[in-house]
């Protein structure tokens, strides 16, 4: 359909792609067919979202030639309608909108070939012309949406389309007869000759026009719709569509009339009476975009990149991905276009996009030579000034830069629209600081004019009086107060410019034409490039310094650390939507669940083999005022351990730490956990001056699965001749009991005078656990008898 | 069977890639950097070149705080620290940011709603991706403790471009893919994201983009500790059950 040759095997297709566009998340066989399901990476959402997106990029990466009928067709024409209107009423949200009248249509079932092909990409087939719409939305990535022209409203001989904003509470039926109130915030497509909402923009067209088998004239809408808008609307109303979905990622207006024509030929093919014939276009297109224009030089793309790509190289990825470019010395290039400018009439506030180069102001010249050039500066003097490197006078080159403070304000009045911030910068006084570039530089002399330096202490510049002329430095008042020279090209290196194809919003600034580059380039050529050392050692991380000594300390002392949520049932801090109701809140201590750890673990000791539980967590809490890093510690000990109590061990640790931090610890006590606010115990603590580190040599450890079943307990003792070594008894232990014995502690051990000699008592607790069951009492029995029986056997053993 | 005498306690396995992960950081002249947990909207998202409604915000499912207008949010990622070291600090510049992010997503075998983040941040006046390669090749083959080498593939960043999505050849089969479950068979192992530093991030970190540039990448440190240590489930990281703990 796209292609002529035969393209790649589908699993070459994925390598190709998964190396140098996108993850492929699978190929599946469909009748004699494959399915590719490939990951659009957000920033390709403008162009491949579309199955000739992703044609093309199959071209690029596999040299196999797109048809040219499909990706570059002669230009659609079509009359003027005379009977439908279209009105936009704000530009912003709409940007476009094309709409085709077509009479003496059949509606039927599709073909077979289109219903199978919606079906294999998940699509239900309604009828041939909601299918062609989809279909073309589907190829070309511009939704579409046909209505009964029957059943719109005429008046005055006409009919009479408008994209508004919805009236508060206006209500809508959809297809799929889902009702949706509306709000002032939603754009919709209204019937203007009866004032009724006829879909919801971008999103999904009403159930009162839809397409039935009695229509017979269709009016076909191809919209452009402000992807914030769309974003909101949808998401506000609950409602994702393939449609919604497409402008929300925001797509060109340049698509809509190859959308219109695709569409057109489509259902002349397959919806086509005798009478059939195209009534007349509509094509509301208040600002039409203009092409983007963007430049990169071959070091740049190295030095990025990290490859030594060459002039070559880069040339032919450039022709193969299809781009328009030149290629230029930057310095003569801007010379050069500012001459043959002379004489451009001056207009405040021109735009580099839609006024150049018909008008221009002082800025925009310069940001628009720059442009021609394969440079992208910011748009603001000031912004330029800052921008730039600074150069003396006598350095000055054609070319360069010449700041001036006229000492007039002619530049200084009215508002201008930054896309960088997203607002209106309103423009009161001569600027003395930069607005979008390096915000907040100041400049105390202040900059309110910018000439092209030619040589000869003149320049070529944007008057506000003259338009476009050539004057000498200080000739006027205006032109007498130099506040520096700057440079905006680094090199005399020639640049690529490059203009972006319509439908490639990601083609934006240099960096982004770098990413195009490299990864057509492939980046499997990237060789490993060592970093040089800085000649100094990092700086110290102060708490992370401190909290590794205490986990140094505390694991020396036999605690462990543990780590438990953030989330918990009750705290300071709610969440606006937490994950469950007992997760509404952050925490706000540690305690609580230091406190069920401790629990939990101690039903584990013996599993452990551990006797005593003692565990600690460093981690943030969270409180009205702030959060800080808490230390908790606890400990728990069995009834049987004599050795120290709780608090005297507390106590001793707590020595411990201030010792080894130098400071006092002050811990708090809830329940069995001790909590500190070690975040203020650092700040109490001198920066370190030289790092350590406690690392652990972590090659041996493998992580041995835990059973979830429960384990059961046995003690044994058993006495043995002296010169016996208890592990003799532990052999016996694993050997009976296989895989089950998980865990054995020695616990006691005496000696004791019998008439046939001294013997020793080893006495081990026994835990017995399975990977695949619980245990019963019997098999653990089961066990012992086989171990006593063992036992038995050897010459002046005796269990206890 | 398991060593029942532990006569000295046990730091948390996240404790031992974080410590590694510095020490080998370190030797390359990172230091280490923090941040808070609750974060502003600005410098989780704004300052990284996600603007409000953009699809891009798709990307990290958020937990919001209470009261909503106060735009408060637990940081879905490490990376708003980048920017709030630059703040107190000019290039050269060379961090690390070990650091528990939140992401409000169904949790699994391999998603956790609380998580370790490593993010990297390298500026300079003449970085590479070539030289990103040499750092996370240096630092793989340290945390492992085996020969490895990454490849890049192309992916999307808001807060980078290029973007790069990164793949490690699997440190337990060497690459070969032969009956390994560690990377399925495939020899690779999906382990980062990175990329150079977006001109936009750079201006909000207030560094001349045209005087410097950059590398960061993020990666999962949960993820680094299930495959080094070969933990199954992300969950029990967080369970503070010393079953686990302890073998470490």
Known sequence: MYFDEPIPSPETIRDLLTDHAFEVESLEKVQNDTLIDIKVLPDRTHDCLSHRGIAREVSVLSGVPLKKEVFNPRPFTAPESNILKVEIEDTKLCKRFSALVIDNIEVRESPEWLQDLLETIGQRSINNVVDATNFVMFSLGQPLHAYDKALLTEAHGGYKIVARRAIDGEVVKTLGEKDFTLSTENLVIADANKDVVLGIAAIRGGDATKITKSTTSIVIEAANFDAINIRKTSKQLGLRTDASVRFENDITPELTMRAIQDVTNLLFEIAKTDQTQVEGLVDVYPKKVRPHRVGVSVSEIKNVIGVEITKDEVESILDKDGLMWSSCNPREKIVERARELIGTPYKFGSSVTFDSPLTFDCSSFSAYLHVEAGISIPRIAIDQYVFGSEIAKEDALPGDLVFFNTGESIHTTGEYYSNVLGKNVQQVAIRTESVEYMAGTKVPQGVDHIGIYIGDNKIIHASGSLGVVESTIGESKQLSTVVGYRRMISNDESRYVITVPAERLDLRIKEDLIEEIGRIYGYRDVSPKEILPLGKDPEINKISYYEGMVRHVLVSKGFSEVMSYAFVEKGEVELLNPIATDKAFLRSTLAPKIQESLEMNFLNIDLLGLSQIKIFELGKVFQKDGEYVSLAIAIKNPKSYKQKTVEAEILEITQALAQTLGTEINFEKVGDVYTVNFTDVVAKLPTPNTDQSYLIDDSQFRYKKISPYPYILRDIAVFVPDGVAGDEIVNILVSESGDLLVGHTLFDVFTKSFPEGTKTSYAYRLVFQSFEKTLTDDEANQIMERVNKKIAEKAGWQVR | ?248
């Open chain 2, 1 to 248: 069977m398991q060593e029942n005498i532990a006569k000295l306690g046990h730091i948390h396995p996240l404790s031992h890639v974080i410590l590694k992960t510095t020490v080998i950081f370190r030797d390359m002249g990172f230091a280490v950097a923090d941040g808070p947990e609750v974060e502003t909207e600005h410098y989780n998202f704004d300052a990284l070149n996600i603007p409000a409604h953009h699809p891009a915000r798709d990307m990290w499912d958020t937990f919001w705080l209470k009261p909503e207008n106060s735009r408060k949010l637990l940081r879905t990622h490490t990376s708003p620290v980048q920017v709030r070291y630059a703040e107190s600090h000019t290039p050269p510049i060379r961090i690390i940011v070990p650091g528990k992010t939140f992401r409000h997503e169904a949790t699994d075998a391999t998603h956790e709603a609380q998580f370790y983040q490593l993010e990297g941040l390298m500026i300079e006046e003449d970085v590479s991706l070539a030289n990103l390669k040499y750092v996370l090749e240096n630092f793989f083959e340290k945390l492992f403790n085996a020969k490895t080498s990454i490849r890049f593939r192309p992916s999307f960043f808001p807060f980078v471009e290029p973007g790069v999505e990164i793949d490690m050849t699997c440190f337990r089969c060497g690459g070969t893919g032969k009956d390994c479950s560690t990377c399925k068979g495939t020899g690779w192992i999906e382990i980062m994201g990175a990329g150079m530093v977006h001109p936009k991030v750079l201006l909000a970190m207030n560094i001349d983009p045209n005087k410097y540039r950059g590398f960061a990448f993020g990666g999962g440190i949960d993820r680094f500790a299930m495959l080094k240590f070969g933990i199954p489930d992300i969950r029990m990281l967080y369970q503070a059950d010393l079953r686990l703990v302890n073998q470490f």
